[in-house]
């Protein structure tokens, strides 16, 4: 699938999440709203693992290059997105884990983990468990 299509259909299952009233709640803050929304900014993040490229400095050149014109006027600093997607990795795991539980377990699978490794820490995405 063409990158631009996968952020496309990355970015409408985060706007169905982020629209779940307890995820709202999450999402709300006083002052300024955001110059990038946080659904932009949390399909961008989860774009990121499609792309193979894990130094933050590369991910926000390729984004700049590529995708600005998905984001007309709103792309913010390297720094402030980063910064941004930290505090946002408790909803970045929540929305992983409620498509990990719509995605049907295939038979020989069942006891399996689907683990992500990052540098020298690897960590469990989601579970199958036999019926």
Same mark, same amino acid.
């Not at 990795?89 to 377990?105: D, E, H």
């Given at each position: 699938m063409e990158r631009?299509?996968?952020l496309?259909a990355?970015?409408?299952? !985060?706007?169905?999440?982020?629209?779940?009233?307890? !995820?709202?709640?999450q999402l709300r803050?006083? $002052?300024?709203k /955001?110059? %990038? /929304?946080? !659904?932009?900014l %949390?399909s %961008?993040?989860l %774009?990121?693992?499609?792309t193979?490229?894990?130094?933050?400095?590369?991910?926000?050149?390729?984004?700049?290059?590529e995708?600005s014109?998905?984001f007309p006027?709103q792309l913010?600093?390297?720094?402030?997105?980063n910064?941004?997607?930290k505090?946002?990795s408790a909803l970045v795991?929540?929305?992983?884990a409620q !498509?990990?539980q719509k995605?049907p377990i /295939?038979?020989?699978?069942? $006891?399996?983990?689907v683990?992500?490794?990052? $540098?020298?820490?690897?960590?469990?995405v989601t579970?199958?468990? $036999?019926s």
């Amino acid at each position: 699938m063409e990158r631009e299509l996968l952020l496309i259909a990355i970015y409408c299952m !985060v706007e169905d999440f982020c629209a779940q009233p307890e !995820v709202a709640c999450q999402l709300r803050r006083s $002052g300024r709203k /955001p110059k %990038l /929304p946080d !659904v932009s900014l %949390l399909s %961008l993040a989860l %774009l990121q693992e499609f792309t193979g490229i894990h130094d933050e400095d590369d991910y926000w050149s390729y984004i700049c290059k590529e995708f600005s014109s998905y984001f007309p006027g709103q792309l913010i600093d390297r720094t402030q997105y980063n910064r941004r997607k930290k505090n946002l990795s408790a909803l970045v795991n929540q929305f992983r884990a409620q !498509v990990a539980q719509k995605l049907p377990i /295939p038979a020989p699978y069942t $006891g399996y983990h689907v683990i992500d490794a990052v $540098g020298t820490t690897a960590i469990t995405v989601t579970k199958f468990f $036999g019926s």
